[in-house]
């Protein structure tokens, strides 16, 4: 078993099996990313060269469009999901000082995972909740009207 799989709960024979209905595909790559990510929970490389061959497309290809697309990712993520919206409402009423304390609390930055795989930190452009910004979600769930150290107290309730 190789190093991937080895510190994964999945198994290489479920990623096998996604390659094998979509073998030779090539326009199906997308849909194979998708699938094979759900399964996994991220993109390593040892994927990205299995799907690769398993399509007929390029390493590059595969990396291209992971690189391209938002929803794809080639780290682990945490246990929980951080995103910090900077879409102009939020942003104007503090996000990035929201931001710059959970990076500076977490010891990541955004876009990386904690050493213990606990939390994920992410920016994104919109949460839709503009009325109640600074807004963060953790797991999906909306936390507004923040403050630097009302975001770090949130974190302690995911612990």
């Known amino acids: 078993m190789t190093e991937c799989c080895q510190q994964q709960s999945w198994s290489m024979e479920e990623v096998e099996q996604i390659l094998d209905a979509y073998?030779?595909?090539s326009s199906a790559l997308i849909e194979v990313l998708h699938q094979v990510q759900h399964v996994v929970g991220y993109l390593p490389r040892e994927?990205?060269?299995k799907i690769a061959k398993a399509l007929d497309v390029s390493l590059g290809e595969v990396y291209s469009v992971i690189s391209f697309?938002?929803?794809f990712n080639i780290k682990p993520k945490g246990k929980h999901q951080i995103c910090v919206c900077k879409g102009t409402a939020c942003y104007?009423?503090?996000s990035p000082e929201i931001l710059q304390r959970l990076e500076k609390e977490l010891d990541i930055e955004a876009g990386d995972t904690t050493d213990d795989g606990k939390y994920s930190l992410e920016v994104v452009r919109c949460l839709g909740a503009c009325g109640l910004g600074p807004?963060?979600?953790v797991d999906g769930?909306?936390?507004g009207s923040l403050k630097p150290e009302?975001?770090?107290?949130?974190?302690?309730?995911y612990n």
């Open 141 to 143: 769930n909306a936390h």
């Open 69 to 71: 697309y938002s929803n």
């Open 92 to 94: 104007v009423k503090g």
């Open 150 to 157: 009302k975001a770090v107290a949130i974190l302690q309730k």
């Open 23 to 25: 073998q030779g595909q």
């Open 135 to 137: 807004v963060m979600t």
């Open 47 to 49: 994927i990205q060269v």
